[in-house]
């Protein structure tokens, strides 16, 4: 869950394919994370094999009487709370991928699940919210800013909070792994059969989306998988070398297609790690000169005005100031 008070240096991060697979390769992961739009059965059949569900939704206070599923004090799986703000991103992930059995990885992240091998939740979660590579690894993808209110005494304004949990199978039951939750919570078990743990996951998931009003946008979905791309090119090799060259232009489409989106992801990614403070100086300043800031200032001033009166006219609070 996002906040501005104890992040300890954390800084929020967004609900975005190509940070989430960024952050899977610095922790040296042969895994990424795609976009889930649908739960039914051909989306989720085309990113087979899947190994968790990260699900974002806008967090709101409710009693433990309306919680779907069963606290498991004795979870035997891996299992960190969330003990700073800013962190659930991170944390959904390390509890996701602390699950995968004989899953590869790099040294920092190899050593960090042995350290915290047996500790109980609280203390894994300090251990993990205090390991500076891992805080500079979530932060490396968060915009840069160096505009700071403080000592403004602006008016503190309540914003929506949203939290990341991570949905996987293990031990034959389909779990929630929420690090502000004191246990994991057992959503009953599933078939190995058909689509196996997933079906049972939808079922989870859907019946919390629908306890939003309906058409909210308040929640995405994120698949964590298997890196596809080897696969797809060692296919490609052997299908050139047998002649098959009906199938090799197949599958060249979904290369291409996989290429495209990680040079997306890149290209995007390198946009978040830019600061971009000095453009926008720069605009205005050139602005300014032209004679053209004045009226810029003042019709931002009117459209905020209208987005103010619009939000009080729906019930909503935006401030003026």
Same mark, same amino acid.
């Given at each position: 869950m996002s906040g501005e008070d104890d992040t300890n240096g954390w800084q929020l991060t967004e609900s975005d394919?190509?940070?989430?697979?960024?952050?899977? @390769?610095?922790?040296?992961?042969?895994?990424?994370?795609?976009?889930?739009?649908?739960?039914?059965?051909?989306?989720?059949?085309?990113?087979?094999?899947?190994?968790?569900?990260?699900?974002?939704?806008?967090?709101?206070?409710?009693?433990?009487?309306?919680?779907?599923?069963?606290?498991d004090p004795e979870f035997p799986g891996f299992f960190?709370?969330?003990?700073?703000?800013?962190?659930?991103?991170?944390?959904?992930?390390?509890n996701a991928l602390g699950n995968i059995p004989s899953?590869?990885?790099?040294?920092?992240?190899?050593?960090?699940?042995?350290?915290?091998?047996?500790?109980?939740?609280?203390?894994r979660g300090l251990v993990v919210t205090s390991?500076?590579?891992?805080?500079?690894?979530?932060?490396?993808?968060?915009?840069?800013?160096?505009?700071?209110?403080?000592?403004?005494?602006?008016?503190?304004?309540?914003e929506d909070a949203y939290h990341f949990v991570v949905y996987l199978p293990s031990m034959g039951f389909v779990y929630e792994l929420d690090g502000l939750k004191p246990h994991a919570v057992r959503h009953g078990s599933y078939n190995e059969t058909g689509e196996g743990w997933l079906s049972r996951a939808r079922e989870v998931i859907e019946n919390r989306i629908a306890t939003y009003p309906p058409g909210a946008l308040d929640f995405?979905?994120? &698949?964590?998988?298997?890196?596809?791309?080897?696969?797809?090119?060692?296919?490609?090799? @052997?299908?050139?070398? &047998?002649?098959?060259? &009906?199938?090799?232009?197949?599958?060249?489409?979904?290369l291409e297609s996989e290429t495209s989106k990680r040079n997306r992801w890149n290209f995007e990614n390198s946009i978040r790690r830019h600061n971009h403070v000095g453009l926008v100086h720069a605009l205005l300043v050139t602005l300014a000169k032209a004679g053209r800031l004045e009226p810029a200032k003042e019709n931002a001033k009117s459209v905020m005005k209208e987005r103010i009166a619009r939000a009080k006219s729906k019930g909503g609070a935006m401030d003026e100031s």
């Open positions: 394919p190509g940070v989430f697979s960024e952050l899977l @390769k610095t922790l040296g992961v042969p895994l990424i994370v795609d976009d889930l739009y649908s739960l039914d059965s051909e989306s989720l059949a085309s990113l087979q094999p899947l190994h968790a569900l990260i699900f974002l939704f806008k967090w709101v206070s409710t009693s433990s009487d309306s919680m779907s599923g069963n606290y960190a709370h969330q003990v700073v703000n800013n962190a659930c991103a991170t944390i959904a992930v390390i899953l590869k990885s790099g040294p920092q992240l190899a050593q960090l699940m042995e350290f915290t091998n047996n500790m109980d939740p609280q203390t390991s500076d590579w891992l805080r500079e690894a979530h932060n490396s993808l968060s915009p840069p800013s160096a505009i700071s209110l403080d000592g403004l005494e602006l008016p503190r304004q309540t995405s979905l994120l &698949a964590l998988r298997d890196d596809p791309l080897p696969l797809l090119q060692a296919e490609l090799a @052997k299908l050139q070398t &047998a002649g098959k060259q &009906a199938e090799a232009a197949e599958l060249v489409v979904k």
